[in-house]
């Protein structure tokens, strides 16, 4: 009996395989807009795998896209070279990057808050609290302990997965292939990394399974998966007046048919 989906596995394999050799170059002019979002990095990395949405704030809403790493690893030994990949991906997508300490120390939540009343970001993006990485998960405790310590702020507070999955998020985020290629590209910059792991060349099969899980979690059990093929899900909340509430004002999912709609001021 010959099985048809052998040939799709094994397509599956050879295009990882001719992926491995592909390298990119060039970068983006920096935008620069009233319209802010804050990506706080637990690692020099993190901004590519989870930046789906800011690069579609970024090329739909003209957002001015500002990484922040939270820390360069722990192996000390390489944090010259991550800072110094961080700052090519970053260029190649047109993003700041915020490095603003000569030693490459991780950030402490004094500098965090120093950082958010300076930028007066209309969105934060952070790792979910049982993101299981350690320096994923103190990021979120960091970044958060400085926004409970901002009365005044009012914005977008986005959490993201990657090591862990979120229980309950409430926004998928669909990807085109071309913005699914520059993240791949972007992330490759990062090559100390990927050489020992290509971990850059598995984002496809990472975003399709969000599709699958984001038709279940989100959109409802037993519901028809929608139409496009890569995903990226996060868990979005408005603060304001001192409050964190879930919110149901983001869409539950981000299509490609329709335009980016973003919420950057919410009255009620």
């Not at 010959?2 to 491995?20: F, W």
Request: proline share 6%; hydrophobic share 35%; glycine share 4%.
């Amino acid at each position: 009996m010959q099985n048809p989906y052998l040939t799709y596995v094994k397509d599956i394999e050879r295009a990882l395989e001719n992926a491995r050799d592909l390298s990119v170059s060039g970068k983006r002019g920096l935008q620069k807009s009233e319209s802010k979002a804050l990506l706080f990095s637990p690692h020099p990395d993190d901004e590519c795998i989870q930046g789906l949405l800011p690069l579609r704030l970024q090329r739909e809403l003209n957002f001015q896209i500002i990484n922040v790493p939270v820390t360069f690893g722990s192996n000390k030994d390489r944090r010259t070279e991550r800072a110094e990949e961080l700052e090519n991906a970053c260029a190649f997508l047109g993003w700041h990057c915020h490095t603003h300490r000569s030693d490459l120390r991780d950030l402490e939540t004094s500098e965090v808050y120093e950082i958010i009343d300076h930028y007066k970001p209309k969105a934060i993006f952070l790792p979910h609290a049982r993101d299981w990485n350690l320096r994923h998960i103190s990021t979120h405790k960091t970044v958060m302990e400085a926004i409970d310590g901002y009365p005044d702020l009012s914005c977008w507070i986005i959490e993201t997965e990657y090591w862990g999955q979120m229980e309950n998020p409430n926004t998928m985020v669909a990807s085109s292939r071309e913005h699914l290629a520059e993240l791949i590209a972007a992330t490759s910059f990062h090559i100390g990394e990927v050489s020992r792991n290509p971990y850059h060349l598995t984002l496809p099969a990472w975003m399709q399974d969000n599709v699958r899980r984001g038709t279940e979690r989100i959109l409802g059990q037993g519901q028809r998966a929608p139409n496009y093929t890569f995903a990226t899900l996060y868990k979005a909340h408005y603060r304001k007046n001192q409050k964190i509430e879930t919110s149901t004002l983001l869409p539950q999912q981000i299509d490609l048919e329709k335009p980016l709609q973003f919420p950057v001021k919410i009255d009620s």
